[in-house]
């Protein structure tokens, strides 16, 4: 069965969830979408979404927007400011369970086990959703390819040379969509009560990342090493790739996909044409 016909298979399931991250559009037969702003949600229109107005600061916005709400997508909050997504989260939660809510489905983050670092709001979430009493799908979601494959196109592109501080160790990292395929299935299946699935892609290295772009550019790509501070904004994560953080892949993606995760060639391919080649 392809994902997306798992994704149709359920038709009487709300849904929490935010705009935008559904690639073509959300799961067929969820009904409520809930938003900050309403305004940004006209992809949803059409679809026989019905789009409430939700603040995770706004906690009485929560309780008229989780109304009716059965089984719940609670997308993690993007405030990354020190304590504040725990408190967002808490607040969702609270009124999750007062709405009535039975199931939650969270995206959390690998490492959550951890609970070290940019973890440690989703490790403290992860514990708050068991102790709400509410049965839970936890999706501790890897990084985006997205990411990476954007700032080593560009630098390709630009000198004909990617770089990084990885010092050639693995890292897996996943499509944005097929996360979100991911969680659509879990939405629309059966026998995720407390499961927790560690969504983790293909393992890949820098030097196969230029192999990966030459052959997708048709031009030679080289790979050199360089400091954190020289590597720019993803600098701040090859400290935990060279210490393995990222080394391990895992089935649950594919499992819940019904396929392979896509790899880094094809993610490429999808950017380099969407760039204009
Ligand atoms: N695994 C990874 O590699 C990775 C990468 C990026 C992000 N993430 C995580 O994914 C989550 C979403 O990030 P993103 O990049 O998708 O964020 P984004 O593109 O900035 O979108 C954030 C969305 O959340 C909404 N929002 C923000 N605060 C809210 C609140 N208080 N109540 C209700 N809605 C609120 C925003 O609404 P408005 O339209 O009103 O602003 C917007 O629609 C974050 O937890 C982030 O840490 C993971």
Redesign the pocket.
């Given at each position: 069965m392809e994902p997306r016909d798992l994704l149709r298979r359920r038709r009487d399931r709300p849904l929490l969830t935010?705009?935008?991250?559904w690639g073509r559009g959300p799961p067929a037969g969820f009904r409520v979408a809930?938003?900050?702003?309403p305004d940004?949600t006209a992809d949803l229109t059409g679809r026989g979404v019905e789009v409430r107005r939700?603040?995770?600061?706004?906690a009485a916005s929560l309780d008229t927007a989780l109304k009716g709400v059965d089984l719940l997508l609670l997308?993690?909050?993007?405030?990354?400011t020190p304590g504040v997504?725990v408190v967002?989260h808490r607040t969702v939660l609270e009124r999750a369970v007062r709405a009535g809510v039975r199931h939650v489905v969270y995206?959390s983050?690998?490492g959550a086990e951890n609970g070290q670092g940019f973890s440690a709001d989703h490790a403290a979430t992860e514990e708050m959703i068991g102790e709400s009493g509410l049965t839970y799908t936890l999706l501790r979601?890897?990084?985006?390819s997205e990411?990476f494959v954007a700032t080593a196109l560009a630098q390709a592109k630009e000198t004909g040379e990617i770089v990084s501080s990885t010092e050639g160790r693995p890292l897996n990292?996943a499509r944005?969509r097929d996360?979100a395929l991911a969680a659509g299935a879990v939405l629309s299946g059966s026998g995720h009560d407390n499961a927790i699935y560690e969504l983790r892609g293909p393992l890949w290295t820098y030097p196969e990342l230029a192999e990966a772009l030459a052959r997708v550019l048709r031009r030679p790509v080289t790979c050199r090493e360089v400091t954190d501070a020289e590597a720019g904004w993803l600098g701040s994560l090859f400290p935990m790739v060279r210490a393995g953080a990222f080394a391990q892949t895992g089935p649950d993606l594919s499992r819940l996909l019904g396929r392979p995760a896509t790899g880094l060639e094809d993610t490429i391919t999808a950017f380099a044409e969407r760039a204009g080649g």
């Open positions: 935010r705009p935008g991250r809930i938003a900050r702003t940004k939700g603040d995770y600061d706004d997308v993690s909050g993007s405030d990354l997504r967002q995206t983050g690998i979601n890897t990084f985006y990411a990292t944005l996360l």
